[in-house]
């Protein structure tokens, strides 16, 4: 059964980047079938879309995102990336990974979460 | 200020019938369906209902997903004290050109 595990620092400090890494085993990232995203949650807030990627490399961001952040894949090592750059502490959050169903517009799978929290 | 609005909060006892409700836009709900996912506190959100009314396979029959207009809604029937979650509604936003979320709701269950 596929999963997804995302891994990277806990802790970034402000202006810095953020990287995030998800893998993805049991199953190939090579499919028209899915997008594969990222989506946050702030400490007790509510989910935060950030952008997708396809297999193929094509992409789609949140617009007031979009500045900061770089989302990419590799299909070499079935695993796809996230950057943020120039972080605050707005952006501290646990960060999901999650796969795109493409015809049925929906996520079917997540990743566990990993808690970023910017400070110095 | 979430683009999708649902009530922060819901209650209900054990058995009961209970629903939420998620407002939208014609650039969301207009063109594209709705999604509902249950999070458990500490946990990854899982999907329960897609397509609006449809349930992925292990999801039991008791959540069930509506749309009309711009609005959708969840409903949950013989409630359980392990429904006790936060719920989101979820859909694509054709303006924004990106998923969009409601801001949670809370269940307590009694």
């Known amino acids: 059964q596929l999963q997804l595990q995302e891994s990277g620092p806990g802790l970034v400090k402000p202006s810095e980047t953020l990287s995030l890494t998800c893998s993805v085993s049991?199953?190939?990232?090579?499919?028209?079938?899915?997008?594969w995203g990222w989506i946050r949650q702030p400490p007790g807030k509510g989910l935060e879309w950030i952008g997708r990627?396809?297999?193929?490399?094509?992409?789609n961001y949140k617009s007031s995102l979009k500045s900061r952040v770089t989302i990419s894949v590799d299909t070499s090592k079935n695993q796809f990336s996230l950057k943020v750059t120039s972080v605050t502490a707005a952006d501290s959050a646990v960060y999901f990974c999650?796969?795109?169903?493409?015809?049925?517009?929906?996520?079917?799978?997540w990743g566990q979460g990993n808690v970023v929290t910017v400070s110095s | 200020q979430s683009v999708l609005t649902q009530p922060p909060s819901a209650s209900g006892t054990p058995g009961q019938r209970v629903t939420i409700s998620c407002s939208g836009s014609?650039?969301?709900?207009?063109?594209?369906?709705a999604n509902w996912y249950q999070q458990v506190p500490g946990t990854a959100p899982k999907v329960l209902i897609y397509?609006?009314?449809q349930r992925p396979s292990g999801v039991p029959d008791r959540f069930s997903g509506s749309k009309s207009g711009t609005s959708a809604s969840l409903a949950i029937s013989g409630l359980q004290s392990e429904d006790e979650a936060d719920y989101y509604c979820?859909?694509?936003?054709?303006?924004?050109?990106?998923?969009?979320f409601g801001g949670g709701t809370k269940l307590t269950v009694l």
């Open positions: 990627v396809s297999y193929s490399g094509r992409t």
């Open positions: 999650a796969r795109e169903v493409h015809l049925w517009q929906y996520f079917d799978l």
């Open positions: 397509n609006s009314n």
């Open positions: 014609r650039s969301n709900f207009g063109g594209n369906s």
């Open positions: 049991g199953g190939s990232i090579i499919s028209s079938s899915y997008y």
């Open positions: 979820a859909a694509w936003d054709d303006s924004l050109k990106g998923w969009v």
